[in-house]
């Protein structure tokens, strides 16, 4: 498989999910913050616990207890939670700063509520991508981008996906989907970037783009995804890895997504043919250093 070569200026989505921990103003500061380092999109997460989980999930300890907000894990996913009015107040003072605002929906309350606000896209995340009640709503009842990440997701499951959207030729059109590995950080070795191109020889000529969805450490591995064809690119983001929850030690901090977007469209300016043999730049250079045969008496 080779490289993509139809490069478009990169995407770059703040994926502040729920490291607000539940504060509103927070969540403003973050939009601002990401607004600030120079990504397009700050992206929020909406669950409604009691639809999403079970009797048993819900009242459950939570798996790390020093990083739960409530006594079972249900409490603790309904303490993080922001309302629909608020993510309606987040949107706009989003566009009022010029970044895009997003979301992703684990459920149908939730798809039900985000779709009212006309976002640009919506995100599945990879644990609801096989939730076709979910999918049928944003297909059918929703106008805007749908955006799926494919972690834990065999590769016929990805299919299913695509085909599910290519029932209604709406597959080209408006669906992105992205490599992504489910973990929290992901080490190196399981990033597996070669997914990219699996992506692309299967669904490059039937989705809208593909993307790139990481939860590793470092920027290295985004600067080659977008190398590799990925026209997206997700990190999470907060204002401090240090803070209580379990996504802040895989998110980027402020110096860290501002260094992402800085690298990312500076290989976007490196990612391109010469000109001309010589170029400008070159000329001077070549009159001084090329090799050239002593001149014999």
Request: glycine fraction near 8%; charged fraction near 25%.
């Amino acid at each position: 498989m080779g490289f993509r070569f139809d490069y478009h200026t990169p995407l770059v989505i703040s994926e502040i999910g729920c490291n607000h921990m539940g504060d509103f103003q927070i969540a403003k500061e973050l939009i601002k913050l990401s607004k600030d380092c120079g990504a397009d999109y700050a992206k929020f997460q909406k669950r409604n616990a009691r639809e999403l989980l079970t009797d048993d999930q819900y009242n459950a300890p939570h798996p790390t207890p020093y990083n739960s907000y409530g006594n079972t894990y249900g409490a603790h996913r309904e303490f993080l939670e922001l309302t629909c009015e608020q993510h309606a107040d987040l949107k706009a003072y989003a566009d009022s700063i010029g970044i895009g605002y997003a979301t992703s929906v684990w459920d149908m309350t939730s798809a039900h509520e985000i779709i009212g606000l006309k976002p640009d896209f919506i995100k599945v995340p990879s644990a609801c991508n096989n939730h076709y009640a979910m999918l049928q709503l944003l297909r059918d009842g929703y106008t805007g981008d749908i955006h799926i990440s494919s972690g834990m997701t065999t590769l016929n499951e990805i299919e299913e996906i695509v085909a599910f959207f290519e029932e209604t030729g709406q597959a080209k059109s408006r669906l992105v989907l992205y490599n992504c590995t489910s973990g929290y950080p992901v080490p190196f070795k399981d990033i597996c970037l070669l997914e990219i191109n699996r992506l692309y020889d299967l669904y490059g000529d039937r989705v809208k783009e593909i993307g790139f969805s990481g939860h590793h450490l470092g920027i290295a591995a985004d600067v080659a995804a977008y190398t590799l064809g990925a026209r997206w690119i997700e990190r999470h983001f907060t204002k401090d890895r240090t803070w209580k929850g379990t996504d802040h030690a895989a998110s980027l901090e402020v110096a860290g997504l501002h260094k992402l977007v800085r690298d990312l469209h500076s290989i976007y300016d490196a990612l391109a043919y010469k000109a001309k043999e010589i170029l400008d730049i070159e000329a001077e250079q070549r009159n001084k250093l090329k090799y050239r045969k002593a001149q014999t008496a």
